[in-house]
T-cell receptor, first 116, second 109 residues
Framework: GAVVSQHPSRVICKSGTSVKIECRSL??????MFWYRQFPKQSLMLMAT?????????EQGVEKDKFLINHASLTLSTLTVTSAHPEDSSFYIC????????????FGPGTRLTVT | SQQGEEDPQALSIQEGENATMNCSYK?????LQWYRQNSGRGLVHLIL?????REKHSGRLRVTLDTSKKSSSLLITASRAADTASYFC?????????FGKGTRLHILP
């Protein structure tokens, strides 16, 4: 089956620094990738959608200058949280669509970000 | 933006009992999916029901979909301790999957 990985699984960074999270489709080419954020005991909120080679489309209320998304290849998308603050601490989950089942969407295991 | 609303938000039942969770949504959908998430972990896909289907079964899971009422239900029969988790419905409309608020299910021994 289609596998999506995320790296790192956990990261702790200091306030004011930037942190990058990688999302990879391991056995298929992902034409579209999605980034979600989940605060404790809440649901997943879609942050942005990115198509390979194009600029990401951000959901309303998501700061595109703060959450930089790069989908430079068909197997890799990155989310960079710039100038992180404690309120950015959250669980970030990526999802990918493509391959032989282009309508299916596969989710990564998530990255726990803690900003101190 | 969030589309689905789960009901109840939290549910505690005795092991062996059946658990029913409901989900309502607002716009037209192509399909509706249910996911499970253990605390602090990733999502586990449970079942997908298409907009032209009314009921679907998978093991101890039974999902119904009523597109006229824009609602779905997830029934877990003969619950087990391992079923303790959060359950989310997710709807796919145009081009993206939107999640509901979720139900936190706790199975009591």
């Amino acid at each position: 089956g289609a596998v999506v990985s995320q790296h790192p699984s956990r990261v702790i960074c200091k306030s004011g620094t930037s942190v990058k999270i990688e999302c990879r489709s391991l056995d298929f080419q992902a034409t579209t990738m999605f980034w979600y954020r989940q605060f404790p005991k809440q649901s997943l909120m879609l942050m942005a959608t990115s198509n390979e080679g194009s600029k990401a489309t951000y959901e309303q209320g998501v700061e595109k200058d703060k959450f930089l998304i790069n989908h430079a290849s068909l197997t890799l998308s990155t989310l960079t949280v710039t100038s992180a603050h404690p309120e950015d601490s959250s669980f970030y989950i990526c999802s990918a669509r493509g391959g032989t089942s282009p309508s299916e969407q596969y989710f990564g295991p998530g990255t726990r970000l803690t900003v101190t | 933006s969030q589309q689905g609303e789960e009901d109840p938000q939290a549910l505690s039942i005795q092991e062996g009992e059946n658990a029913t969770m409901n989900c309502s949504y607002k716009t037209s959908i192509n399909n509706l999916q249910w996911y499970r998430q253990n605390s602090g972990r990733g999502l586990v896909h449970l079942i997908l029901i298409r907009s032209n289907e009314r009921e679907k079964h998978s093991g101890r899971l039974r999902v119904t979909l009523d597109t006229s009422k824009k609602s779905s239900s997830l029934l877990i029969t003969a619950s087990r301790a391992a079923d303790t988790a959060s359950y989310f419905c997710a709807t796919r409309g145009d081009d993206k999957i939107i999640f509901g608020k979720g139900t936190r299910l706790h199975i009591l021994p």
